[in-house]
Structures are given as C-alpha cells and as structure tokens.
C-alpha cells in the first residue's frame, strides 16, 4: 500500500547539480525516516543519504558527503536530495525508500520503484 515515486534524474556533465525528488504515499510520511540509495550498472544497491523524520538528522556515504544534501517537506510527502558537483561515478540509478535502522541504514521496504536514472558525462 505504500508507493514511492522518484522524479528528477537526466543527464549532465561533470561539476553539474541535478535536484531529485520522491513523493512518498500509502502511510504516515511524517513519521519515517527516509533515504536514498542508488544502483550503477553491474553493481549492488548502496546507500546514499539519510535524513531523520523531524529533518533535523541526516547522514551521508562518505563518496556523496559534501557534494549532496538530502531534504525533506512534509505537508507535501516529499524527501529530496540535492546533488552538486557531479562526477561520473555518479551514474546510477537512484531510489528512495524509509530507513528502518538508522544505524544499519536499512531500507524498510521490501519493493523498490523504478527508481530515476542519474547520468554524468566526463
């Protein structure tokens, strides 16, 4: 019963910023904890960024700390990340879903949308 749709991915170049998107629905939004994750080509699924269910709380991998910033509006349902100065290895696809254990930067569900496709060229 709970959809996440993603929105915002393109292409860009190299030192580009692109804003991403996820409308959440189906269950209380405000309440979760959300992150993002994404999935390049031939590799698995990582962690991306976090952020708390107040806003307030966020965390970052190590190879995005800095460069990205992940948001949240709650009356609108919606969690986003800010991706600035890109670098090609950036390229993936990129999901968002709410985060189970914060620690453990667990996403809660089991189904993940299609995602939105997120290209940097060099």
């Known amino acids: 019963q709970v959809q996440l749709v993603e929105s915002g991915g393109g292409l860009v170049q190299a030192g580009g910023s692109l804003r991403l998107s996820c409308a959440a629905s189906g269950r209380t939004f405000s309440s979760y904890n959300m992150g993002w994750f994404r999935q390049a080509p031939g590799k698995e699924r990582e962690f991306v960024a976090a952020?708390?269910?107040?806003?307030?709380?966020?965390d970052y991998a190590s190879s995005v700390k800095g460069r990205f910033t992940i948001s949240r509006d709650n009356a609108k349902n919606t969690v986003y990340l800010q991706m600035n100065s890109l670098k090609p290895e950036d390229t993936a696809v990129y999901y968002c879903?709410?985060?189970?254990?914060?620690?453990?930067?667990?996403?809660?569900?089991?189904?993940w949308g299609q995602g939105t496709q997120v290209t940097v060229s060099s």
């Open positions: 952020i708390g269910w107040s806003g307030v709380t966020t």
């Open positions: 879903n709410a985060i189970k254990n914060w620690g453990k930067r667990a996403p809660l569900y089991d189904y």
